[in-house]
Nanobody, 117 residues
């Protein structure tokens, strides 16, 4: 599986941004996709994930502000980020797994999101 992420950029605090990740290759029928992020000096953390059937989870820090969704015959995942804060500044990575139980095993290249205050 290959992942291609896009949509990062520089925004002001309070503004919105949408990330897109397109998956290609041998996509499992019960796959899970998601987004991780890594801020400077911090560990990579899971931001949001979505199963093939639409189940979602979010990090507490983004609940109510970020929305993960699928499109493109379920091979594309989006992360709509609203009310962005400077704390959201990080490199965001798209992730893929063959199933929720097996966890993520593939990551795409990162896309930088910078939120200025």
């Amino acid at each position: 599986v290959q992942l291609q992420a896009s949509g990062g950029g520089l925004v002001q605090a309070g503004e919105s941004l949408r990330l897109t990740c397109a998956a290609s290759g041998s996509i499992a029928s019960r796959n899970v996709m998601g987004w991780y992020r890594q801020a400077p000096g911090k560990q990579r953390e899971l931001v949001a994930a979505i199963t093939r059937t639409g189940g979602t989870i979010y990090a507490d820090s983004v609940k109510g502000r970020f929305t993960i969704s699928r499109g493109g015959a379920d091979t594309t995942v989006y992360l709509q980020m609203n009310s962005l804060k400077s704390a959201d500044t990080a490199v965001y990575y798209c992730a893929y797994g063959n199933s929720w139980q097996q966890g993520f095993n593939t990551w795409g290249q990162g896309t930088l999101v910078t939120v200025s205050s």
